[in-house]
């Protein structure tokens, strides 16, 4: 069946520390691959995705994400956290116009 | 960028009344998702909507949920007697790329 998994449910960093969020996937294609961030209360803002082409993708805020098929991995990266960048962050897949599946999120908490 | 727009942004309803979501998919997109988020859970998946009927459908979405397009633009949820465990936020969803609305906020009481 189709899934995606974030195995961290929650992660703490210091603030100017670099951060990486795991994603797992697992579909019978390579599927579209993005990542959301949602702060509390507040909707899903889309911080990249991944279609096709470059396995290196670069999103919003100064995030970024690698795609390994080998993996199955969709990991997302930033090389200096912010204190604002605390929230919720849900990886996600989908094929062709199938709805989209969610992870079941990590909670970011950023140090000052 | 086009967006995906919800109201209301924060229904409040009594126990087993109806309610009705709305949402403006973006113009010239074909289809059309709703999804649910309970409090401090995942985004669920609830139903999809091609060509004016129910493409998927996830087991969430029984007898007590309607979606419909009644005016070739708005893109409707309706939940029919209400529970205390339909308190949610609801979000609309317009494809590629997967664009949701800001959601609505239902709070049952």
């Known amino acids: 069946a189709q899934s995606v998994t974030q195995p961290d449910i929650h992660i703490t960093v210091s603030e100017g520390a670099s951060l990486e969020l795991r994603c797992n996937y697992s579909?019978?294609?390579?599927?579209?691959l993005f990542w959301y961030v949602q702060s509390p209360g507040q909707g899903l803002q889309l911080l990249l995705k991944y279609f096709s082409g470059d396995t290196l993708v670069q999103g919003i805020k100064g995030f970024e994400a690698e795609f390994k098929r080998s993996q199955s991995s969709f990991n997302l990266r930033k090389p200096s956290v912010h204190w604002s960048d605390a929230a919720e962050y849900f990886c996600?897949?989908?094929?062709?116009?199938?709805?989209?599946?969610f992870g079941p999120g990590t909670s970011l908490s950023v140090i000052p | 960028e086009p967006e995906v727009t919800q109201t209301p942004s924060h229904q409040v309803t009594q126990m087993g009344q109806e309610v009705i979501l709305r949402c403006v998919p973006i113009?010239?997109?074909?289809?059309f998702y709703w999804y649910r988020q309970i409090l401090g859970q995942k985004v669920e998946f609830l139903v999809s909507f091609y060509n004016n009927e129910i493409s998927e459908k996830s087991e969430i979405f029984d007898d007590q949920f309607s979606v419909e397009r009644p005016d070739g633009s708005n893109f409707t949820l309706k939940i029919r007697s209400t529970k205390l465990e339909d308190s949610a936020m609801y979000f609309c969803?317009?494809?590629?790329?997967?664009?949701f609305g800001d959601g609505t906020r239902l709070s049952i009481l």
């Open positions: 579909y019978g294609a390579t599927p579209y």
């Open positions: 969803a317009s494809i590629q790329p997967q664009h």
């Open positions: 996600a897949g989908k094929t062709s116009y199938d709805k989209v599946i």
């Open positions: 113009s010239n997109h074909l289809y």
